[in-house]
């Protein structure tokens, strides 16, 4: 088997994934990760030889964006303290005490090395966190908040661990340079992002058609990331600006197909690279096993240690961070998602996984240092690094099922359908709004009008049924039965009639791309 087909049957085992672990309860990376393991054990299946340089710049910015279409800027500003507690300081606290315990348990390792270590194991993965934890119907909030975790804590790990890494290369260390690296890398980041957001949003205008604008957008992640990192700024912090603007600015409400075909377009991506990406971590699982040769023992216990830390850290540092967000939530009315109960927390704390970032770094790890030695402890702490991974992300994705089930959390459909509610009442009104402005611009029938207004109650109605009292409830429901039996009755013809022009591409002397073009008229004819 050679690279090639491996990566085809990890795009097909991506897709398969998912309706196999819709029906067995289970997160799609999860099962990917397992197919990954699968295919490293048998001896035809060759290594992945994916340089580690390139792992985070293919994979990373259309995962981050993909994410982010799904969040707002809004809501990063309203949960700042939430994320920066476990993005940015539970980092640096994961990192600090993995760094202890390692340089005190492995022979050798260096403190410079062991503090690389905790840098690229730190992170829960943003990937899995979205993956795992947004499918199993938990509240929003809890969502959110691990959505931020996940999207900016690899911003401040990599520039740790580059920092780490130097010092092992070097053999020197200056608390004030990394410090001054940390913040010139978010400035960079910052303006990289926002110059290309905007620019990308100006030309987004001028493209007009959605196939173009759809391939800027998958265009526009990887150069956000690979600009910032030739500034030597956060690749990561970069996309993430970049995806902000351009979900904040760069949306036309009238734009319905670029909308709809955009939707489709990055759920196919997102599905076909988190499914590689997860595949990925379990085909490098060779790399772990030629560690291990004669020295398994040793290098589990010490797997087994490092794993305890990072999950005992986290425990830890949420139990009160939650607890003084509360106290400060109470006091100041901020309008932040945060926890509401201990079984919040505790699905919280079993939901950081980690994933692709921390592969990729650990396979990053130079083979030696500025003398030309080796680098020291290089294999033990890639095998670390895999036993967490593999430990966080199995055991954890396959028991946080279980666990939200166990606890109750779920989502509170009540609040979700009174704000379905409420946006259904208000675009209802916006809809009334623009009638009687063209009523009084322009001359309108009283029977056109009339339809019009029944039309506007119609567009909230739709939404959510429940804004009409019980007469009204009744009379939509009858026009609503009324237009499905014609929309089934159009569609059936409008199908025909597809049929036929389909039928017509294979007869002798008709020009394909005319009945590509009568074809796609049909298409939009039913889509409306």
């Given at each position: 088997m050679?690279?090639?087909?491996?990566?085809?049957?990890?795009?097909?085992?991506?897709?398969?994934s998912?309706?196999?672990?819709?029906?067995?309860?289970?997160?799609?990376?999860?099962?990917?990760?397992?197919?990954?393991?699968?295919?490293?054990?048998?001896?035809?299946?060759?290594n992945v030889?994916?340089?580690?340089?390139?792992?985070?710049?293919?994979?990373?910015?259309?995962?981050?964006?993909?994410?982010?279409?799904?969040?707002?800027?809004?809501?990063?500003?309203?949960?700042?303290?939430?994320i920066f507690l476990?993005?940015?300081?539970l980092?640096?606290?994961t990192m600090?005490?993995?760094?202890?315990?390692?340089?005190?348990?492995?022979?050798?390792?260096p403190?410079?090395?062991?503090?690389a270590?905790?840098?690229?194991?730190?992170?829960?993965?943003?990937?899995?966190?979205?993956?795992?934890?947004g499918?199993?119907?938990?509240?929003?909030r809890l969502v959110?908040i691990l959505?931020?975790?996940?999207?900016?804590?690899?911003?401040t790990?990599?520039?740790?661990y580059?920092?780490?890494?130097?010092?092992?290369?070097?053999?020197s260390?200056?608390?004030?340079?990394?410090?001054?690296?940390?913040?010139?890398?978010?400035?960079?980041?910052?303006?990289?992002?926002?110059?290309?957001g905007?620019?990308a949003n100006?030309?987004?205008?001028?493209?007009?058609?959605?196939?173009l604008?759809?391939?800027?957008?998958?265009?526009?992640?990887?150069?956000?990331?690979?600009?910032?990192e030739?500034?030597?700024?956060?690749?990561?912090?970069a996309?993430?600006?970049t995806?902000?603007?351009?979900?904040e600015?760069g949306?036309?409400?009238?734009?319905?197909?670029?909308?709809?075909?955009?939707?489709?377009?990055w759920?196919?991506?997102?599905?076909?690279?988190?499914?590689?990406?997860?595949?990925?971590?379990?085909?490098?699982?060779?790399?772990?096993?030629?560690?291990?040769?004669?020295r398994w023992?040793e290098?589990?216990?010490?797997s087994?240690?490092?794993?305890?830390?990072?999950?005992?850290?986290?425990?830890?540092?949420?139990?009160?961070?939650?607890w003084?967000?509360?106290?400060?939530?109470?006091r100041?009315?901020?309008?932040?998602?945060?926890?509401?109960?201990?079984?919040?927390?505790?699905?919280?704390?079993?939901?950081?996984?980690?994933?692709?970032?921390s592969?990729?770094?650990?396979?990053?790890?130079?083979l030696?240092?500025?003398?030309?030695a080796?680098f020291?402890?290089?294999?033990?702490?890639?095998f670390?690094?895999f036993?967490?991974?593999?430990?966080?992300?199995?055991?954890?994705?396959l028991?946080l099922?279980?666990l939200v089930?166990?606890?109750?959390?779920?989502?509170?459909t009540?609040?979700e359908?009174e704000?379905?509610?409420e946006?259904a009442?208000?675009?209802a009104?916006?809809?009334?709004?623009?009638?009687?402005?063209?009523?009084s611009?322009?001359e309108l029938p009283?029977?056109?009008?009339?339809q019009?207004?029944?039309?506007?109650?119609?567009?909230?109605?739709?939404?959510s049924?429940?804004?009409?009292?019980?007469?009204?409830?009744e009379?939509h429901?009858?026009?609503?039965r009324?237009?499905?039996?014609?929309?089934?009755?159009h569609?059936?013809?409008?199908?025909?009639?597809?049929?036929?022009?389909l039928?017509?591409?294979?007869?002798?002397?008709?020009?394909?791309?005319?009945?590509?073009?009568?074809?796609?008229?049909l298409?939009v004819?039913?889509?409306?």
């Open positions: 050679d690279q090639l087909a491996l990566l085809f049957l990890l795009l097909l085992g991506a897709l398969v998912v309706p196999v672990g819709d029906r067995l309860g289970l997160p799609a990376p999860v099962l990917m990760t397992l197919l990954g393991i699968a295919l490293a054990l048998p001896g035809f299946v060759p030889d994916v340089p580690p340089d390139l792992i985070l710049p293919l994979l990373l910015p259309p995962l981050l964006y993909a994410a982010v279409r799904r969040t707002s800027w809004r809501q990063f500003a309203a949960n700042k303290r939430p476990l993005a940015v300081a980092v640096f606290v600090t005490c993995v760094a202890v315990v390692a340089h005190a348990i492995v022979p050798g390792l403190l410079a090395a062991a503090f270590l905790g840098a690229l194991i730190a992170p829960p993965d943003p990937v899995a966190a979205t993956a795992v934890a499918r199993l119907g938990l509240p929003r959110s959505e931020g975790e996940g999207l900016f804590n690899d911003v790990a990599i520039v740790l580059h920092v780490a890494i130097a010092a092992a290369v070097s053999g260390f200056s608390p004030w340079r990394a410090g001054l690296d940390l913040v010139l890398s978010a400035v960079v980041a910052v303006a990289v992002g926002l110059a290309l905007w620019g100006r030309l987004l205008d001028l493209l007009e058609d959605a196939t604008q759809i391939g800027l957008t998958l265009l526009v992640p990887y150069a956000s990331y690979v600009m910032a030739e500034l030597h700024g956060s690749g990561v912090l996309v993430l600006t995806a902000l603007f351009l979900a600015y949306t036309d409400p009238d734009d319905v197909m670029t909308r709809l075909a955009g939707h489709t377009f759920s196919v991506v997102d599905t076909l690279v988190t499914g590689v990406a997860f595949g990925l971590i379990g085909l490098e699982l060779h790399n772990a096993l030629r560690t291990a040769s004669g023992g290098l589990l216990g010490w087994a240690a490092v794993v305890g830390v990072v999950v005992l850290v986290r425990l830890l540092w949420l139990l009160p961070a939650t003084l967000t509360k106290r400060l939530h109470a100041r009315d901020h309008d932040e998602d945060i926890p509401v109960s201990w079984r919040e927390t505790v699905v919280m704390w079993w939901s950081g996984m980690r994933g692709v970032a592969v990729a770094l650990a396979l990053a790890i130079p030696t240092t500025g003398d030309g080796p020291p402890g290089r294999n033990e702490m890639v670390i690094a036993g967490v991974i593999l430990a966080t992300l199995v055991v954890q994705g028991t099922p279980w089930k166990r606890l109750g959390v779920r989502a509170d009540e609040r359908k704000f379905e509610k946006l009442v208000r675009a009104r916006a809809a009334r709004g623009r009638l009687r402005e063209i009523e611009a322009e009283e029977e056109l009008s009339e019009m207004l029944r039309r506007a109650f119609e567009i909230g109605a739709r939404i049924p429940d804004l009409a009292d019980e007469e009204r409830r009379a429901q009858q026009r609503v009324r237009l499905r039996r014609i929309r089934r009755i569609q059936e013809m409008l199908s025909a009639a597809r049929h036929e022009v039928a017509a591409r294979s007869e002798p002397g008709a020009d394909p791309e005319i009945v590509d073009r009568v074809l796609r008229h298409d004819r039913s889509l409306r």
